[in-house]
Structures are given as structure tokens and as C-alpha cells.
């Protein structure tokens, strides 16, 4: 099984730039990168921070970007995202529930189970998980017992060091939580995040952590700094996760500009 995961997308409407870059122009090259990979992904994933302000605008061309992908798409929000924009962009992807809850979801029909976590506070830019979701989370764990298990969701559960991004990651509590029920579940085989606009990865209680790079601007690897950076001169990047049946193998792929 292949998974392509793209993250923090940060599409904007027509004509706007973030950091200088033209977000929607490198979407549309990561897209285009995914869409000549021989074989083709079984599933794409789009783990947040997929428009730049939350508008309907945006999300409009956002569904154009990801049209040519010719495999299901699942999508989480960031916290630059809105939920409620993103349901009404959204209404045939029949696993996004209706409501104004949190986009949580669990998708069985893969060779690998996929459960996706909404780790956003809106109004906010870290996250967090309430005691429902978490409740949710072990109960899908369970209607996929026996099976390989693949968790995604925007904020990272760890430090990764890059200060200003770690006071904006999953908070802490949320994150000693969801440690706990991972801790339990040796099936599941990797959690992948974005957010931090770097490919990072880390064992955390039993799994592996992994962050996906962002298809727009990496952010500068800066271990002291107190503001985030982009890293303009890095090119748009995106993950390719490879499912043998007993491993999975974590590909990072740069798109020339």
C-alpha cells in the first residue's frame, strides 16, 4: 500500500502569496510529482493547514489544486483552517461527519487502518484533544483489532526542539493522553503530523512519530530562534508512505521549482 501525505498546503485566494511564495504554484507541482508516480498512491492524505485564512474562497481553489489526484483524498484541518468552510468544500467526502464538532474519522476499506484525530482549537494556533475524542479513538482502535493502524493528525505530539514551534504543538496534557492509548496499541504503526513545516521523526511510547514537510515553504531549522522562518531557498516537498505488510517505509520527496 502507498499513501501520499501533503501538509500545510496554506492555499491562498487568487493572486496572494505567504512568505513570498506562490502556495497554490507549488501545490499544483507536488500534485502534478504525485500524479506521474508509477505506481500510484492507493490514498492521498492532506494533514491540515490546507488554505492560508479559512475562507470559502480558498477552499474553492484548494478542490481545484487537488482534483487531477486520482486517489482518495482524506483531509484534516490545521489550525489556519475553518471547519465549517472546509464542510461545506467538502460535502461529498462522506467521511467528514456533519456537524460543527471535530473532524474525526476512521476509514477500514485500506489495507492499513486510517484514523484520523482533529487536534485544532479554533481561534487557536496549537492543539489539542478533548476526553470524547480520545474516548472515540480507543473505541476505532478497537473496531480494527487485528489490523496495522496508520494515525494522523495536524500537531505533533512531540518536541522536536524548534521552540516556537513546540509552544504551538499538541499541548501536553492531550499529548500524555493520546501517549497512554498509543502506549497500549503496539498495531499502531506510525502517527503523522505536519505543522511544522520540516520533515522531523521520533520514537514516542512505542511508535513512530513522523512530520511531513509542507508543499509550500519549509520553515528554517533553528534551534534558538523564538519566531518561525521560512525557508525559502528549500523546495516544496511531500511524503511518500510505503506499506509492505510488515513495515512502513517513510519516503521524502523534493519538487524541483
Known amino acids: 500500500m502507498l499513501i501520499a501525505q501533503i501538509s500545510d498546503l496554506h492555499v491562498t485566494a487568487a493572486g496572494m502569496r505567504v512568505a513570498g511564495v506562490d502556495t497554490s504554484a507549488t501545490l499544483a507541482r507536488c500534485v502534478e510529482n504525485i500524479g506521474r508516480m508509477d505506481p500510484q498512491p492507493d490514498v ?3 494533514t491540515g493547514d490546507l488554505v492560508e485564512s479559512g475562507s470559502r474562497a ?26 465549517g468552510a472546509l464542510r461545506e468544500a467538502f460535502p461529498d467526502h462522506a467521511y467528514i461527519r456533519p456537524g460543527d464538532g471535530p473532524i474525526d474519522y476512521a476509514i477500514d ?7 484520523a484525530l482533529d487536534t485544532t ?10 476526553a470524547p475524542q480520545l474516548a472515540w479513538f480507543e473505541s476505532a482502535l ?5 489490523r496495522a493502524v496508520l494515525v494522523f493528525l495536524h500537531h505533533p505530539p512531540i518536541m522536536t526542539g524548534i521552540r516556537c514551534m513546540d509552544e504551538i504543538a499538541l499541548e501536553a496534557s492531550s499529548a500524555a493522553r493520546l501517549g497512554a492509548v498509543v502506549a497500549r496499541e503496539p498495531r499502531i504503526e506510525r502517527i503523522v503530523c505536519g505543522h511544522v513545516h520540516r520533515g522531523i521523526q521520533a520514537r514516542w511510547h512505542g511508535t513512530v512519530v513522523s512530520i511531513c514537510p509542507s508543499t509550500a515553504f519549509q520553515g ?12 525559502t531557498d528549500e523546495p516544496p516537498m511531500y511524503q511518500v508512505h510505503y506499506w509492505n505488510g510488515g513495515e512502513l517505509v517513510t519516503h521524502t520527496v523534493a519538487v524541483a521549482r
Open 44 to 46: 492521498v492524505l492532506a
Open 220 to 231: 528554517v531549522l533553528n534551534l534558538r530562534g523564538d519566531a518561525f522562518d521560512a525557508a
Open 121 to 130: 482549537i479554533p481561534g487557536a494556533d496549537g492543539g489539542a484533544l478533548e
Open 58 to 83: 480558498e477552499y474553492l481553489r484548494l478542490r481545484n489544486l487537488l482534483a487531477p489526484l486520482r486517489a482518495p483524498v482524506y483531509v484534516i484541518p490545521g489550525n489556519h483552517d475553518d471547519r
Open 142 to 146: 478497537q473496531e480494527m483489532a487485528g
Open 109 to 115: 476499506r485500506h489495507e492499513l487502518g486510517l484514523i
